[in-house]
C-alpha cells in the first residue's frame, strides 16, 4: 500500500513538471544580397558618395520564444530577437521584437523592445518579404522627408515611427469577429530631473501608439495613431496618423497607404514645426511558383519646406525553391525634389545632402527557418 502511494505521488510530480515546461521554438531569416547602387548628387552639397556595390543582409535575425502553460488559460509568454549581420561581423542580442508577458482569453499583455502598431501597419503593406531591402517603403514613409537627418551607409534608416520601441509595455486585444487592437506606451525613462529639454543624442523620451485592423474574406483594413515627445519640454513631440487597406487572393495581392506626419520643437530639425502627407500602392502578381512585385510611394510637399518631396518605386521578381526559400531581384528608384533628403530605409546609401536621386540593384536569397 505504502509503495502505491508513493509511486502516485511520484507519477503526480512527474504530471506537475510536465504541465509546466516550456515549449521553445528557434526561428530566424537568413535573407543576403548582392547590390549595386548609383547615386546622382547633381543638387547636393556636401559630400559624395559615388556609386559602389556590397553585400547585404537585409534585416536577418535569429529568435527564440516560448510559453509556459500556467493553468486557467494564462500562459507566460517570452521573445528573443537578435539582428544577424552576417555580411560583416555585426548583430545586436534582443535588438529586435523581445519581450517577456501573460497571455490570455482576454489578451495579452507584454513589455520589452517592441514593434507598435504604426511600424506593423506600415510592415505589413510592403511588397518585400519583411519588409526590407532597397526597395521598402520605410525610403518614404513615416519620415518628413525634408528634414531627414543623414545616415551612415547601409545602416538602418527609417523614421522614428518605423522603428521598434524600447521600454514599452503593450496590450494585444483578442480577435474578436475580424477585429484586433493594440495599445502600447513609451516609459520616459531618459526623462530628466531637472526638466531640461535632452533632446541632444535623446529621441522618444515618451510616447504612446495605438491601432486596430480588421481582416476578413482576404481583406485587410487597418488605421493606427503614434505620439512621442522628443524632450521634457512642451512642444517637442511629433506624431503619425496612418491609415492602410489590402486584398489577398490566389492571383496576387494589393496595398494601398496614406499617412500624415507632424513634427514640433526642433524634433526631426523643424525649428517652427511641420507637416506632410504621403501615400503608396503596391501589389503582387502570382505566376506558379514566381511573383511579380512592385510598389510606389510618394512624398507631397511639405507645409513649411518648399520642394522637399520624395518618391520612391520598386519593380522586382521572387521565385520560390521551397517553402522556405526564395530567389529575388529588385529594381528600387527613389527620387529627391531639390530640397528633399530622403534614402533608402532599409541598407541606406548614406548620401549627404539634398535633391539626390538614387537607384540600386539587388539580387538575393532568402531563407526562413
Known sequence: ??????????????????????NVTVYGVADGSFDVIQIDKSLNQGNNVGDFNRVSANSSYLGFKGTEDLGNGLKAVFQFESSVAFDSTGGTIAARDSYVGLSSAFGTVVMGNLTGPTRALGAGLDVNAGATGIGANSGI??????????CAKSAICTSAFDTRWSNTIAYVSPNFAGF????????????????????????????YDVGVKWEGAGFMAGIAYNWFQAGNLAGTD??????????????????????????????????????????????????????????YYQALESDNIKNDGAFLAEVGA????????????????????????????????????????????????????
Request: zero cysteines; aromatic letters at 8%.
Open 141 to 150: 514613409i513615416g519620415k518628413l522627408t525634408g528634414s531627414t537627418p543623414n
Open 238 to 295: 511629433a506624431d503619425n496618423l496612418r491609415l492602410g487597406g489590402s486584398y489577398k487572393g490566389a492571383w496576387g495581392s494589393v496595398n494601398l497607404m496614406w499617412e500624415e506626419t507632424k513634427a514640433n520643437g526642433g524634433v526631426y530639425g523643424t525649428s517652427s514645426g511641420n507637416k506632410q502627407q504621403k501615400w503608396g500602392v503596391g501589389g503582387a502578381f502570382n505566376i506558379g511558383k514566381a511573383a511579380i512585385i512592385g510598389q
Open 318 to 369: 521572387v521565385y520560390n525553391l521551397s517553402k522556405r526559400s526564395s530567389l529575388k531581384a529588385v529594381y528600387a528608384y527613389l527620387d529627391n525634389e531639390s530640397a528633399g533628403r530622403a534614402d533608402f530605409g532599409v541598407n541606406a546609401s548614406g548620401v549627404n545632402g539634398s535633391g539626390s536621386t538614387l537607384q540600386g540593384l539587388q539580387l538575393g536569397l532568402r531563407h526562413n527557418f
Open 180 to 207: 484586433s487592437g493594440v495599445a502600447a506606451y513609451v516609459a520616459d525613462e531618459n526623462k530628466t530631473e531637472d526638466g531640461a529639454n535632452n533632446t541632444a543624442g535623446v529621441l522618444r523620451t515618451t510616447g
Open 1 to 22: 500500500m505504502q509503495k502505491k502511494i508513493i509511486a502516485l505521488a511520484v507519477a503526480a510530480l512527474a504530471s506537475t513538471a510536465a504541465f509546466a515546461q516550456t
